[in-house]
């Protein structure tokens, strides 16, 4: 077998019907050999069979109470690319060598402290500049309802590893929906907690990127979250704690925002979200949230933070989508971006006011469904010169730039039988409220219908 999700799997292993070998044994055969969708970049060996042996005799020894201060004890899972890890090769998704040390990150660390075992790195795009998965190393990681189709991104191996069972759980990265477009496009759940809730080292001068899991469900996104939290002192902004004063999921105040250019069945399958959240007693409005100069302030910051990384003389070894936005970097000075900065504040001045009216947002994750896996954005955006890449997904980035918690769980299949997210935001530091309204919600919705054999075939157009 292979994985079914954390809650799954514990249960098998708490009942003695599944070893943390056998379980990592086939995980790791089922990455190796069934990966069709270009998910994984590196798959564990010998160390993750070590972890494995070390968790069956915790369990043996102690029973239930192995779980007590491990209580990922067993769990397969694995990590994006981007992120250190001391066993398996970084790459980032990039030809550029990687000069990092190789130990883990403190996110890493914290999930195998609690007895996961990291079965291997999934596919990013170079250093996760793009909204999918394309990159130079490896081919384009498509969608498990559809190989034709993007994963989304930049986590989108994690996501696709999710959603297959190649890993009971993910730990993504975002930096402007880099964890919630995959999930939605792959049917999971994708959780960006509060910024700095998870510590990110090291971290970027654009304090955009965050990082959290991704899941088969809301409990098990809720549960690696809560393993990776906490202070780390290379970590600056860690362990910052709420700006807002605590709020519970009783009858809430939602407001109900639709973007412009949002697709027909998008809109029918989050529909569906909307009344459940009305028929559980909540006053669910539509609400608009307008600041200009959004966009392009977005991509200011990210260009600014991309060229100061950059060498000239590594130019030929770049994603030539990156390099545009790297070009762009360089035409900036430091008016520019602290230009761009104000748009930041205003934006989060903004939603301050808005979260005063609402206890949370909620919206369609993407509103459009999945494209072509081998570009960047839908064909309006996919020319990286003209810097379009991110504007197909409005509903991500903004929380980016606000550090604000937002959950995307699957809200229903299109026609085409693709999945569809939803995603909910919350207030600074609530990131409680959000899973709890999340759990909730999810309980009414289900889950989407499993992608099936079909992506277990010889992926389409490779």
């Given at each position: 077998?292979?994985?079914?999700?954390?809650?799954?799997?514990?249960?098998?292993?708490?009942?003695?019907?599944?070893?943390?070998?056998?379980?990592?044994?086939?995980?790791?055969?089922?990455?190796?050999?069934?990966?069709?969708?270009?998910a994984y970049v590196a798959v564990a060996g010998e160390e993750a069979l070590r972890a494995a042996r070390r968790a069956d005799?915790?369990?043996?020894?102690?029973?239930?109470?192995?779980?007590?201060?491990?209580?990922?004890?067993?769990?397969?899972?694995?990590?994006?690319?981007?992120?250190?890890?001391?066993?398996?090769?970084?790459?980032?998704?990039?030809?550029?060598?990687?000069?990092?040390?190789?130990?883990?990150?403190?996110?890493?660390?914290?999930?195998?402290?609690?007895?996961?075992?990291?079965?291997?790195?999934?596919?990013?795009?170079?250093?996760?500049?793009?909204?999918?998965?394309?990159?130079?190393?490896?081919?384009?990681?498509?969608?498990?309802?559809?190989?034709?189709?993007?994963?989304?991104?930049?986590?989108?191996?994690?996501?696709?590893?999710?959603?297959?069972?190649?890993?009971?759980?993910?730990?993504?990265?975002?930096?402007?929906?880099?964890?919630?477009?995959?999930?939605?496009?792959?049917?999971?759940?994708?959780?960006?907690?509060?910024?700095?809730?998870?510590?990110?080292?090291?971290?970027?001068?654009?304090?955009?990127?965050?990082?959290?899991?991704?899941?088969?469900?809301?409990?098990?996104?809720?549960?690696?979250?809560?393993?990776?939290?906490?202070?780390?002192?290379?970590?600056?902004?860690?362990?910052?704690?709420?700006?807002?004063?605590?709020?519970?999921?009783?009858?809430?105040?939602?407001?109900?925002?639709?973007?412009?250019?949002?697709?027909?069945?998008?809109?029918?399958?989050?529909?569906?979200?909307?009344?459940?959240?009305?028929?559980?007693?909540?006053?669910?409005?539509?609400?608009?949230?307008?600041?200009?100069?959004?966009?392009?302030?977005?991509?200011?910051?990210?260009?600014?933070?991309?060229?100061?990384?950059?060498?000239?003389?590594?130019?030929?070894?770049?994603?030539?989508?990156?390099?545009?936005?790297?070009?762009?970097?360089?035409?900036?000075?430091?008016?520019?971006?602290?230009?761009?900065?104000?748009?930041r504040q205003n934006l989060r001045a903004t939603l301050r006011t808005v979260m005063d009216r609402y206890d949370v947002l909620?919206?369609?994750?993407?509103?459009?469904?999945?494209?072509?896996?081998?570009?960047?954005?839908?064909?309006?955006?996919?020319?990286?010169?003209?810097?379009?890449?991110?504007?197909?997904?409005?509903?991500?980035?903004?929380?980016?730039?606000?550090?604000?918690?937002?959950?995307?769980?699957?809200?229903?299949?299109?026609?085409?039988?693709?999945?569809?997210?939803?995603?909910?935001?919350?207030?600074?530091?609530?990131?409680?409220?959000?899973?709890?309204?999340?759990?909730?919600?999810?309980?009414?919705?289900?889950?989407?219908?499993?992608?099936?054999?079909?992506?277990?075939?010889?992926?389409?157009?490779?």
């Open positions: 077998m292979t994985a079914r999700g954390v809650s799954h799997t514990r249960e098998l292993l708490r009942r003695g019907e599944l070893s943390a070998v056998e379980h990592t044994t086939a995980v790791l055969s089922a990455a190796r050999e069934r990966d069709t969708l270009d005799a915790r369990i043996r020894e102690l029973g239930a109470d192995a779980w007590r201060t491990m209580p990922l004890l067993g769990v397969t899972v694995s990590v994006k690319d981007l992120l250190q890890t001391r066993h398996l090769p970084t790459g980032r998704g990039s030809l550029l060598p990687n000069d990092r040390p190789r130990e883990d990150a403190p996110a890493v660390a914290r999930l195998r402290a609690a007895g996961a075992v990291v079965v291997g790195k999934t596919a990013t795009s170079e250093y996760g500049w793009s909204a999918s998965t394309v990159s130079r190393v490896a081919p384009p990681t498509r969608n498990p309802y559809d190989p034709r189709l993007t994963a989304g991104g930049s986590s989108g191996g994690a996501a696709a590893a999710v959603a297959t069972g190649l890993c009971d759980a993910a730990l993504g990265t975002d930096g402007s929906g880099s964890i919630r477009i995959p999930a939605a496009f792959c049917g999971v759940v994708g959780y960006k907690p509060s910024l700095g809730r998870i510590p990110y080292v090291p971290n970027s001068a654009d304090r955009l990127a965050h990082q959290g899991p991704l899941a088969r469900t809301v409990a098990d996104a809720a549960l690696l979250a809560e393993v990776m939290a906490g202070p780390h002192p290379a970590d600056p902004d860690s362990g910052l704690g709420s700006l807002d004063a605590p709020r519970t999921a009783r009858a809430l105040r939602i407001g109900w925002i639709e973007y412009d250019g949002t697709a027909g069945d998008v809109r029918r399958v989050t529909e569906q979200a909307r009344l459940a959240l009305v028929g559980q007693g909540h006053l669910v409005e539509h609400v608009e949230v307008r600041c200009t100069h959004l966009y392009p302030a977005l991509v200011d910051l990210l260009a600014a933070s991309e060229a100061a990384g950059a060498r000239p003389e590594d130019d030929e070894w770049a994603d030539p989508g990156r390099l545009e936005v790297i070009r762009h970097g360089r035409t900036l000075g430091g008016a520019d971006v602290i230009r761009a900065e104000e748009v909620a919206m369609a994750t993407v509103p459009v469904e999945p494209f072509a896996a081998d570009t960047v954005g839908p064909p309006w955006a996919a020319d990286a010169r003209d810097l379009q890449w991110l504007a197909w997904a409005p509903a991500s980035y903004p929380f980016n730039m606000t550090g604000q918690p937002a959950l995307s769980l699957p809200a229903g299949l299109t026609c085409a039988g693709l999945p569809v997210g939803v995603q909910l935001v919350g207030p600074v530091g609530a990131d409680d409220l959000v899973v709890q309204l999340a759990g909730r919600l999810e309980a009414d919705l289900g889950t989407p219908v499993p992608p099936g054999t079909r992506v277990l075939e010889p992926a389409i157009a490779r």
